[in-house]
């Protein structure tokens, strides 16, 4: 059997990972020669709340500076709170032909990131280099939101609306890190993540994604900068920006640290961890402090609003520990899934 009809199978400690099987044997140690992975990786990934204006930026900065002290890191951000239903409702107002009232909200869109920009007060040769990248994607976002004529609505459009919030969100994020004294680069995922062309709930094709994201996340590790990586957007095999689906940033955070093969994956949001019901429905709800992927996965699955049900078997796949915890509470211990430890409640 040639080395190019091998199925790798392999699972030993050190040698070739779950996620490598069904690749042939020469292209995976090819890859693996060219892109060797790193050790001790951590993926963070922080939800809009955690990035809502300069001072929450600044605050997960720091934590990503505290993780970065010991240890290769890669973020993944979604988009600031608000700003992707704000980005869709331009897309609605577009197909309604109210085209004057989508572009002074793409134009408002535009301006709260130019402001967080101000608020963080970067030293100022980083301030105008990040101030034209946000003035370059604004262009680009007046470009889709036309003052007069008609608009055809589609699925397409609304990935390429849609994606701006995580584009200004990586680049403000990048400049938070740089203030903390980290090197930081701003990464668009639909450089890498493949997806199909279903527009609006693109599944990304997981294969080649991996090799494609190797290529350009491990070489940013390997020099010690901070990938900032955007969540829930990827792009068709032309070219063409998707999305993900709805509330997929946790996926897109498991899918990063898929590709990286990270030891942890850390969701930073606005609750202490999973609960055994909705805290703010419930007086008698539990924080549970361990689950098992199985655990979390069947109640995501069922609906709970816990993580998004593509996360925990990206996760078992490479036996990935995955936490849950707030980014205002750092202190709090949040919710680990994986390997059950000593399980129980709070």
Excluded at 266 to 279: E, K, L, Q
Excluded at 306 to 330: C, D, G, I, S, Y
Aim: aromatic fraction near 4%.
């Amino acid at each position: 059997m040639s080395p190019e009809q091998q199925e790798v199978s392999l699972n030993a400690e050190g040698e070739l990972g779950p996620y490598e099987r069904g690749a042939s044997l020469e292209s995976v140690l090819v890859l693996r020669a060219e892109y060797p992975l790193l050790e001790n990786v951590i993926a963070l990934k922080f939800g809009g709340s955690s990035l809502l204006g300069a001072e929450r930026l600044l605050r997960a900065a720091n934590l990503v500076r505290e993780a970065g002290l010991t240890r290769p890191v890669a973020v993944v951000v979604s988009a600031m709170k608000g700003v992707t239903d704000r980005l869709l409702r331009v897309g609605e107002w577009l197909g309604q032909a109210r085209n004057l009232q989508a572009r002074k909200e793409a134009d408002s869109i535009a301006e709260l990131h130019l402001t967080t920009l101000r608020e963080l007060q970067v030293e100022s040769t980083e301030y105008d280099r990040v101030e034209q990248e946000l003035k370059l994607l604004s262009r680009d976002l007046l470009h889709e939101t036309p003052l007069c004529g008609r608009v055809e609505m589609n699925g397409a459009l609304l990935d390429r609306l849609a994606s701006f919030g995580e584009r200004y969100a990586a680049r403000l994020f990048a400049a938070a890190l740089g203030k903390t004294g980290l090197s930081a680069a701003p990464v668009a995922s639909s450089d890498f993540v493949l997806t199909c062309d279903n527009f609006r709930d693109a599944k990304p094709h997981l294969e080649q994604t991996r090799r494609r994201g190797r290529e350009v996340l491990l070489p940013l590790l390997e020099a010690g900068i901070v990938p900032v990586v955007t969540g829930f957007i990827g792009a068709t095999s032309d070219g063409r920006i998707t999305t993900l689906g709805r509330n997929s940033s946790d996926f897109s955070g498991a899918l990063i640290a898929h590709i990286i093969e990270a030891e942890e994956l850390v969701i930073w949001t606005d609750v202490d961890g999973i609960y055994t019901a909705n805290p703010n429905g419930s007086a008698e709800a539990k924080l549970l402090l361990e689950l098992s992927y199985d655990e979390a996965h069947a109640l995501a699955a069922s609906g709970a609003k816990v993580l998004h049900p593509h996360v925990l078997p990206l996760a078992a796949q490479t036996e990935m520990t995955v936490w849950v915890r707030n980014t205002f509470k750092p202190h709090a211990r949040g919710t680990r899934i994986g390997s059950r430890q000593d399980g129980g409640v709070a």
